[in-house]
């Protein structure tokens, strides 16, 4: 069996209970050593075998994986966040079971729910945004055309956006040509949850100006949107005023359904 694990956003602490019982079980840990805080590997076990992916290609990660499996050793692929998340991971499920070769997931924490924990963030606010675009950049790799930054700013909803820091002044004239103000409120989180963790809070006419002064270049999420502002509505869910199936509503104005005056 191949268990493709998430590491979460970067702490040691912050991978799954379930992911830490599997690194410590596992033969064979394949792990993404450009992004895998490598402090997870410490509970490996002594004979355990490591590879960094960050060095191999997908052909060379998937013969590892089958051979292990073939020899009938516990292999841990290990990917940074969450593995749905720009990890690359379809590829490799394709190959493995091209070979015949069972594989499970045990999900992780996403560095974009870290991002919002450093930020003390909400990304869904009622009457601000109830919806979250996570997307990226194209660069080295294409984006499809009809995903494109500017297309998605329209919505005006929250926008967290993956390995796009290196091109900001780009992104920002993105974002505005989309709709989105230059005073738009928004954040540049480095390294979520890490022990060098920086959270730089700008707008989105002075993303680029902030990355530039405090040298970030790459390893940090871009959060686009008024949720970052000081705004938004009291939430119904527990409002007395609002009925559900475990709270009857109090009565006063507005709990028959219709407007208050």
Request: net charge negative; charged share 20%; glycine share 12%.
């Amino acid at each position: 069996m191949v268990v493709f694990v998430g590491a979460g956003p970067g702490a040691e602490d912050l991978i799954t209970v379930r992911g830490q019982r599997l690194l410590a079980q596992a033969d064979i840990i394949v792990y993404a050593g450009s992004l895998v805080n490598p402090g997870l590997l410490d509970i490996k076990k002594q004979n355990c075998r490591v590879y960094n992916s960050a060095y191999m290609t997908l052909e060379e990660v998937l013969d590892v994986m089958i051979q292990g499996e073939r020899d009938n050793k516990r292999v841990v692929r290990l990917h940074t966040g969450d593995p749905c998340l720009y990890g690359a991971v379809r590829e490799q499920m394709d190959g493995l079971e091209k070979a015949g070769v069972a594989y499970e997931v045990c999900p992780g924490v996403s560095s974009f729910c870290g991002a919002a924990a450093a930020l003390g963030a909400e990304y869904t606010l009622p009457g601000i945004s109830q919806s979250v675009v996570i997307t990226r950049m194209a660069g080295r790799t294409a984006v499809p055309q009809k995903e494109s930054i500017k297309d998605f700013a329209a919505h005006q909803a929250t926008m967290v956006v993956f390995l796009s820091t290196g091109m900001l002044p780009a992104l920002a004239a993105e974002l505005q040509a989309g709709g989105y103000a230059s005073e738009t409120p928004a954040a540049i989180v480095y390294k979520a949850s890490w022990p060098d963790e920086k959270v730089l809070r700008c707008t989105v006419g002075t993303l680029a100006d902030t990355a530039r002064r405090e040298g970030i270049t790459k390893t940090a999420l871009i959060v686009i949107g008024d949720i970052l502002g000081g705004g938004y509505e009291r939430s119904k869910l527990y409002d007395p005023t609002f009925g559900t199936e475990f709270r009857s509503a109090v009565k006063g104005e507005g709990t028959d359904g219709t407007d208050p005056e």
